[in-house]
């Protein structure tokens, strides 16, 4: 038997890790604080609206005049090739290449007055996702340590999970752009720490085998054998009363322990993470793509009373280095015509369709949404020399999120721009705002602090206000 108990012990952190039977899981260390942030998150203050919030992110930045804010008045160059089309709401039009989505208008809600004044992706990504001004000059793209908290990683500290499921989930993976291996900025704990990052969920859904790492019990390894561990986890509690140092380790080691077991035996009992228990016609109503059975994937996760699920758009469509994603510099209308608004459209139409027949609608906020919008006229160039007089720039003054369910009403249209899609022209929204909304549906209070490791001081959770007549 392994002695814990020589003259003078030396216990490396993954060693410890290893005695306390969390390497037989096949966690990473980041998981390993993202189960941590879970045990210690604290409990929200307020009164929820809403039991969970699905926010999805449409990196790129969508087209807001071509799909959701049409200008049919406009001159050619604003309005561009698109028609709009009726909805099942009187009075509501949307683009044609959305013809699902206009039969569910009346689920959700058009915010067309997102407005903020970021236009470099990275920055623009960072205020969308942790609804707070960027930092400092745009010179970066890419994640830096002094990032702002995401929404993400403070629903991980201050949401509740009732189900010993982590409380805020990401996937299928962080936003970044092809080819680069840095996260884009502001998806983590940043300043707030990187132990109350949001777990991870990274892997194709559609794909036949798919896992979630660390929420089963490898193949090779038995209960028993990791409850086995349990008598070596003694031995490093006792040592921890002869050795100061390992007692660090030893509080460690339990704090995880106790997590990824609690992750372990939920997942098993619930299946919360195993899409081949969904009958063919459902996954065929989200579609067969990434997208769609990420957006499957998280109503499961809803149905397990999770907080937060962050679904990331991983682009699909042929990989185009000038229009990554929803970025559509050059051939702007072909690409929504033919790639991303099909996609999209078959997506999340079956997503609100089968969370209002589950009766989860009523529970669960729906915010979907890209960093900015585009160019009101086509082939302005305002950020990017790449930008060709087939696509539209970045344009972040003015565009449209998608908001429905958790006391939300559909079928409404929130908020105004000018004539030409340019300006917000009644009741604007900031990251800001948007961000408090969904704090407050969650329950979670806005004027909570946090200490900011880079400031070294506390920080308010949000300085939004939350939008308080969507209702």
């Known amino acids: 038997m392994l002695s814990l108990f020589a003259d003078q012990p030396t216990l490396a952190r993954r060693k410890c890790l290893q005695i306390g039977g969390l390497s037989l899981l096949g966690l990473t260390a980041p998981q390993l604080q993202q189960l941590r942030a879970a045990t210690l998150a604290q409990s929200p203050t307020t009164q929820p609206r809403a039991k969970s919030c699905v926010f999805i992110f449409l990196f790129g930045g969508p087209s807001h005049i071509d799909m959701w804010d049409m200008k049919p008045e406009a ?168 050795r100061t140092d390992a007692g660090e380790l030893a509080e460690l080691v339990d704090t995880n322990y106790a997590g990824a077991l609690r992750l372990v035996e939920t997942s098993q009992a619930t299946n919360a993470f195993s899409l081949s228990e969904e009958p063919t016609a459902i996954r065929d109503l989200y579609g067969r793509t990434k997208f769609g059975q990420s957006l499957l994937l998280a109503r499961r996760l809803v149905e397990n009373d999770i907080p937060l699920v962050t679904v990331n758009w991983d682009d699909e469509t042929k990989y185009d280095k000038v229009s990554p994603h929803w970025d559509t510099h050059h051939q702007n209308f072909p690409k929504l015509k033919n790639d991303l608004c099909p996609l999209f459209d078959h997506a999340f139409a ?89 704090f407050k549906h969650l329950g979670i209070d806005s004027s909570l602090t946090y200490y900011d490791e880079f400031q070294r001081g506390q920080q308010q959770l949000c300085v939004g206000r939350a939008v308080s007549d969507l209702g």
């Open 75 to 242: 001159p050619t160059e604003v309005r561009g090739e698109f028609q709009s089309i009726a909805t099942n709401v009187p009075d509501i039009r949307i683009g044609e290449h959305l013809p699902l989505l206009s039969q569910q208008m009346d689920k959700f809600c058009l915010l067309r007055s997102m407005t903020h004044k970021m236009s470099v992706h990275g920055p623009a990504c960072s205020e969308i996702y942790s609804g707070r001004p960027y930092f400092g000059p745009p010179v970066t793209d890419q994640a830096l340590p002094e990032d702002w908290p995401s929404i993400a990683s403070m629903v991980a500290r201050y949401g509740q999970s009732t189900t010993g499921l982590p409380a805020s989930v990401v996937l299928p993976w962080y936003t970044q752009f092809e080819g680069q291996d840095k996260r884009i900025a502001g998806q983590t704990g940043g300043r707030m720490g990187e132990h109350w990052n949001p777990f991870l969920i990274r892997g194709d859904p559609r794909e036949q085998d798919f896992q979630v790492e660390g929420v089963r019990f490898p193949q090779e390894v038995t209960r028993s054998r990791f409850d086995r561990r349990r008598e070596l986890r003694q031995q490093l509690a006792n040592l921890a009363d002869r």
């Open 350 to 438: 079956g997503f609100l369709q089968d969370l209002d027949q589950r009766g989860l609608l009523e529970t669960t906020m729906v915010v979907a949404l890209g960093e900015f919008g585009r160019t009101p006229k086509i082939g302005l160039v305002t950020q990017n020399g790449m930008t060709e007089k087939t696509g539209r720039d970045h344009w972040p003054h003015a565009f449209t999120a998608l908001v429905a369910g958790g006391g939300v009403r559909g079928g409404q249209a929130y908020g105004a721009t000018t004539s030409n899609g340019g300006y917000v022209a009644d009741k604007p929204v900031t990251p800001a705002d948007l961000t408090a909304t969904v």
